[in-house]
């Protein structure tokens, strides 16, 4: 009998399908605010524990430090950090009010002269980062940093007067785009997505969409990947795949690729499941502690992908 006021167990996915295994995975290896995220996904949980997770690692300045993204290490805030809280938020419907007011505050202080962000503060400097992730005393703006981050703010519906010339970068930066890499390429269409513009974005998507083709920046057969390069700098392996750029179907980037290509980008998702439950990182990994943080991430996207996708996953 069940001691009294005990919490009822969640449902049980069938044992040895694929969520059955990522839940043993990240029963086994994740930090607490995977754990809670995995729960909110797929176990009924609710999102006030996924919040009180994500509070661990929010600095007074309001931004987020703590190696959130786990290949910047230190307590500092940075952009980075405060980007993926940002995701988190609006996974579980609470990127709004007063936490979001103080994220724009945050945000504000770090930007670049032109209203955007840089990839890495300087602040980070004297900490522990990744080797392939520069640190400048005056760093640039960048979409890589700056897309993801708009573009969640306008899903979420936030007006804050950092966004406007944040917003004007955005779209400068994605129209002018004559050559690119695979993760500013996901920046512009994390942006693009949600932008409020959607004639423009429409437009501006399908010009990015024949750059990634022409350029091969998205390995559309699986099973002969030496036919496509990796970008310079990349990890050997680090491939990018249709199901990267369009990680649901309602992506703007959906349109860049046939219902085969997707199909194919899908099964090779699937079939990236390990033996012991997560998906691998592809990036390089430069410490032992950042990939192991890192897979649970990966895997929760994996699944979240799948899922939007239709595919059975347990």
Not at 12 to 30: G, K
Not at 142 to 170: I, K, Q, S, Y
Request: proline share 10%; glycine share 8%.
């Amino acid at each position: 009998m069940a001691e009294t006021g005990a919490s009822p167990l969640p449902p049980t996915p069938p044992a040895h399908s694929p969520l059955f295994r990522a839940e043993q995975f990240v029963w086994l290896t994740a930090r607490v605010l995977e754990q809670r995220l995995f729960a909110y996904h797929f176990l009924h949980g609710g999102a006030d524990p996924v919040e009180t997770a994500l509070d661990a690692y929010r600095n007074e300045d309001g931004g987020y430090g703590h190696a959130l993204e786990p290949d910047l290490r230190g307590p500092v805030s940075q952009p980075l950090h405060t980007a993926h809280a940002l995701r988190v938020l609006d996974a579980v419907g609470r990127c709004g009010g007063q936490r979001v007011e103080r994220v724009c505050r945050y945000l504000t202080s770090v930007s670049t002269p032109d209203g955007a962000l840089p990839a890495v503060d300087p602040s980070q400097r004297g900490y522990p980062a990744a080797p392939f992730i520069p640190i400048l005393d005056d760093p640039p703006s960048e979409l890589l940093a700056t897309g993801p981050v708009v573009g969640l703010l306008h899903r979420n519906e936030v007006w804050h007067a950092w966004l406007f010339r944040a917003t004007d970068f955005c779209w400068q930066a994605v129209e002018s785009l004559e050559e690119s890499h695979p993760y500013e390429i996901e920046a512009a269409v994390a942006f693009l997505d949600s932008a409020p513009d959607r004639p423009r974005a429409e437009a501006a998507a399908d010009r990015l969409g024949r750059l990634v083709r022409e350029n091969r920046l998205a390995a559309l057969d699986p099973g002969d990947l030496d036919a496509y390069p990796v970008a310079p700098g990349y990890a050997p392996a680090e491939h990018h795949f249709p199901h990267d750029y369009a990680k649901n179907p309602h992506s703007l980037a959906r349109a860049w690729f046939t219902d085969d290509e997707m199909t194919r980008s899908l099964d090779f998702l699937a079939g990236e499941q390990q033996e012991d439950g997560g998906w691998p990182v592809r990036w390089r990994q430069w410490a032992p502690t950042t990939a192991l943080e890192a897979r649970p991430m990966v895997t929760i996207e994996a699944l979240c992908t799948l899922r939007s996708y239709g595919r059975p996953i347990g």
